[in-house]
């Protein structure tokens, strides 16, 4: 059976055995993230860690630097199978999302990108040379 999402469910709906009546729950949408990672020799990263980080953006009135301005609200963690091939399945559309992967070399990650999914648009999957 092939996994598959929904974005509304309907159900009926009582309190102490009084019927309230149908209510529709509707979810957000998500779309999936996908890419590769490949060393400097085009070979592929297998086992690897890529993270993706959710962020919420704003304006601040008085802006001073040309810096982003949010903050982090959520954190999620795959690993690269054999191919080197990630996939984040549910990422929340309108949000923006930072990508990065795990170093081996290096105290600091391997920044891959900042990314934003929109409703109903697939993003091409990117292969990202890591240089460890």
């Avoid at 690993?79 to 992967?101: C, H, K, M, Y």
Wanted: net charge negative; no cysteine; aromatic share 8%.
């Amino acid at each position: 059976m092939t996994p598959h999402l929904v974005n509304e469910v309907s159900a009926q709906y009582s309190r102490g055995g009084e019927f309230l009546g149908p209510r529709t729950i509707t979810l957000e949408s998500t779309q999936q993230l996908a890419g590769r990672l490949i060393d400097s020799n085009g070979k592929p990263i297998a086992g690897r860690n890529v993270h993706a980080e959710l962020r919420v953006r704003y304006k601040p009135q008085d802006r001073v630097l040309n810096a982003f301005h949010g903050f982090e609200v959520d954190h999620l963690t795959v690993q690269t199978n054999a191919d080197g091939f990630f996939s984040f399945e549910s990422l929340p559309v309108d949000v923006d999302i930072g990508l990065r992967a795990d170093s081996t070399q290096t105290v600091d990650d391997h920044w891959l990108g900042t990314f934003e999914l929109k409703t109903g648009q697939i993003p091409d999957m990117k292969t990202h040379t890591v240089k460890d």
